[in-house]
């Protein structure tokens, strides 16, 4: 997940291949037609439904501001470990 860095994002999902990937603020065609197979969501609601639809065992928050919260929060209610990388 990437707040909009749509370019890294493709990077490290060729490298890592996730079965789902999100982007707060992107090109869901460009990101689609990069990965296909791929699973996008796009907004701050779609980041958030990774969280709820994918049974990780950690969550791990890098967002800077006040961003990051809203994920974390997410993730705490659905149980999930925390690592932050805030700076």
């Known amino acids: 997940v990437t707040y909009q860095n749509a370019e890294a ?27 296909p197979g791929v699973e996008v969501r796009v907004g701050v609601e779609g980041v958030l439904s990774l969280i709820h639809d994918y ?8 967002f800077t501001g006040t961003f990051g919260l809203l994920p974390t929060l997410a993730a705490i209610r659905e149980g999930r470990s925390i690592a932050l990388a805030n700076k």
């Open 9 to 35: 994002l493709i990077a490290q999902a060729k490298q890592f291949r996730p079965k789902a990937i999100g982007i707060v603020f992107g090109e869901e065609k460009v990101i689609k037609k990069e990965l």
């Open 55 to 62: 049974p990780v065992d950690r969550v791990v928050s890098a």
